[in-house]
């Protein structure tokens, strides 16, 4: 496996890896979750790049940018183990120089649900994956549902910037008690880690009302805050009903895919999950 930090050094690796390429963009601290995406790039791809960059410009000022977790050795290891031929590494400096000052902003798609409780959050998504498509050029970009909103913010800006290659998403992989698997999980205590099972628990719960014959997005969102309601160290920052293709909350009665999504504090912790109805991402 094949490691590069600057630009020059992931051209000149990039120019040897045969096509169809992979590119799995990472923040690092790598759980099942990422390896789900390496492996499908794996089955997928004739070659594999995996980029691990914690990127500044999508963490708000208020955010957990400094404490985010990094195990750059484990990380490796893992990719290293999983077949992938490069790990791109780049620095804030590299990616960031002194005087940058170009940004992608992506519209409709990216304004409700992470991009209204976090501003600015999607415009540092769409620079970085931008960067990335563009330094990579791969053919096949590979991300996790779990981020459901980011998924189609890049689909959008694939399809806007004429990007010659395919979003792929991958499913939720979760833990045996239902909590996606997420590198904050991490800052979980062992108390907080027990009553994090209730954004699962308030997606399939409204899930189950759906299988019921339930298409009031109104009751739907109620089921989630319902079971919210219940745990104590919860404290939900929104519940979503929306349509799943530009993420407008679904009124009155859901007549087509919906995205059902939450975003719930568990203590200082800041969790997300999301699932489908009716349709795939
Ligand atoms: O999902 C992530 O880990 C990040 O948002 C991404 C896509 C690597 C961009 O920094």
């Known amino acids: 496996m094949e490691t590069a930090i600057t630009l020059d050094e992931l ?15 990472t923040m690092g601290y ?16 004739a070659s594999v790049v995996v980029s691990i960059f914690v990127n500044p410009t999508q963490f708000g000022p208020q955010e957990d940018f400094d404490r985010y977790p990094r195990d750059l050795p484990r990380d490796l290891a893992l990719l290293e183990a999983e077949g992938v031929d490069l790990v791109w590494t780049p620095t804030p400096q590299g990616m960031y120089p002194e005087g940058y000052q170009t940004w992608v902003t992506v ?25 990335l498509f563009n330094a990579v050029q791969p ?29 792929v998403v ?44 339930e298409r009031n997005a109104d009751r739907l969102r109620q089921a989630m805050e319902a079971v919210l309601a219940r745990e104590p160290l919860a404290r939900p920052q929104y519940v979503s009903c929306a ?16 995205l059902l999504s939450l975003a719930v504090f568990i203590g200082g912790t800041r969790l997300i999950d999301n699932l489908v109805l009716g349709g795939e991402l």
């Open 107 to 131: 519209e409709k798609v990216a304004a409700p649900l992470e991009g209204a409780m976090r501003p600015g959050h999607f415009r540092g998504v769409a620079t970085v994956v931008v960067k």
């Open 243 to 258: 349509r799943l293709d530009d993420l407008q909350e679904w009124q009155g009665e859901v007549s087509g895919p919906a």
């Open 11 to 25: 051209r000149q690796a990039r120019k040897n890896l045969p096509a169809p390429l992979g590119l799995v963009p």
């Open 30 to 45: 790598l759980h099942e979750g990422h390896l789900s995406l390496v492996r499908a790039a794996r089955r997928e791809c």
């Open 170 to 213: 991958c499913p939720t992989v979760r833990e045996p008690d239902g909590l996606a698997m997420s590198s904050r999980n991490i800052y979980l205590n062992p108390q907080e880690r027990r009553a994090a099972t209730v954004l699962y628990c308030a997606l399939t719960a409204a899930q189950a009302a759906y299988q019921a014959g």
């Open 139 to 167: 053919d096949r970009a590979y991300f996790g549902q779990k981020d459901a909103q980011q998924a189609l913010v890049i689909r959008r800006l694939v399809a806007d910037l004429n990007f010659p290659l395919e979003v």
